[in-house]
């Protein structure tokens, strides 16, 4: 089993910071992707940042310039720095890691998702 807690989330009013950190527990082997991922209220999920085992980082348009994305591959953990918040980053945010359990094994795991309310 891997479990996938995120945690950050909160209210801030726009143009303030916040971090978010998501940490893997459980039978893991190696953890190649992560990434974070949101769902605002009627809208689809979609990629915020994502990053490779290798330290690739991938952006969504909307992301670039003021979120960041990291990862500690020692402690299975990832954050997403969000800077210059704005009302229409609203969202639950979802941490995703694609996870080997064994050399063969794995999958796409999600967190449960933490919600982050930004106001005008």
């Known amino acids: 089993q891997v479990q996938l807690v995120e945690s950050g989330g909160g209210p801030v009013q726009a143009g303030g910071s916040l971090r978010l950190s998501c940490a893997a527990s459980?039978?893991?082997?190696?953890?190649?992707?992560m990434g974070w991922y949101r769902q605002a209220p009627g809208k689809q999920r979609e990629l915020v940042a994502d990053i490779t085992n290798g330290d690739s980082t991938n952006y969504a348009d909307s992301a670039k310039g003021r979120f960041t994305i990291s990862r500690d591959n020692a402690k299975k953990t990832t954050l997403l720095q969000m800077n210059s918040l704005k009302p229409e980053d609203t969202a639950v945010y979802y941490c995703m890691m694609q996870v080997k359990t064994s050399i063969v094994r794995g999958g796409q795991y999600w967190g449960k998702g933490t919600l982050v309310t930004v106001s005008s």
């Open positions: 459980g039978s893991i082997f190696r953890v190649n992707d």
